[in-house]
């Protein structure tokens, strides 16, 4: 059991039959009255995000979330495949669960799928991945000063935008969580 007044960003409970994400909380000592807590809850299961106040004595299970290492290996339209490098189990997932999350993972790249009582309801990519640009217009020199950035397509079909000295063929590192590009490899 976890107690409001022990709210963490990540952690996640059960409220009500639904598992909730804590995103953001806060303790809230009010002039006059009792002290609360108040929160920004992502439900896991719908990806809703809602506002709550709870007293810092509230009590709520803490949601048991399984995460395991799979292999990404096809999409074949809507659905994407999934294998557990252990047991050789494959699992498709549809769209509405994948969502963005594999915008910069490569076929055989591996990725966290997440699960509660079974039920897999995410995917996480690997936190940073190296892929080729395939295609950016080129940087003119002289044009360092300011710091510019152009977009690029990187091997997977994403957009990224990358310092003017990236050309097409490079190969860059990108951060999955942001999109960001971070170097050179």
Do not use: W
Not at 94 to 100: A, F, L, M, Q, R
Not at 104 to 113: A, H, L, P, R
């Amino acid at each position: 059991m976890v107690s409001a007044g022990d709210f963490r960003n990540g952690v996640t409970i059960e409220i009500d039959g639904a598992i909730f994400q804590i995103i953001e909380f806060q303790h809230v000592k009010p002039g006059k009255g009792a002290a609360f807590v108040r929160t920004k809850l992502k439900n896991i299961i719908n990806g809703g995000v809602t506002e709550r106040t709870f007293r810092p004595t509230e009590k709520f299970p803490q949601a048991r979330i399984d995460r395991m290492d799979m292999q990404y290996l096809y999409n074949d339209g809507d659905l994407f495949y999934f294998m557990n490098v252990e047991n050789y189990e494959q699992v498709a997932l549809n769209t509405d669960t994948i969502g963005d999350a594999l915008k910069f993972v490569k076929e055989n790249e591996m990725c966290k799928v997440c699960s509660h009582n079974g039920n897999i309801f995410s995917v996480e990519p690997p936190l940073f991945v190296e892929l080729e640009i395939t295609e950016t217009e080129p940087g003119f020199k002289g044009d360092t000063a300011t710091g510019a950035t152009k977009p690029a397509t990187v091997e997977t079909g994403a957009q990224v935008s990358v310092p003017l000295f990236v050309s097409t063929g490079d190969v860059i590192k990108i951060d999955t969580r942001t999109g960001e590009y971070l170097s050179r490899v």
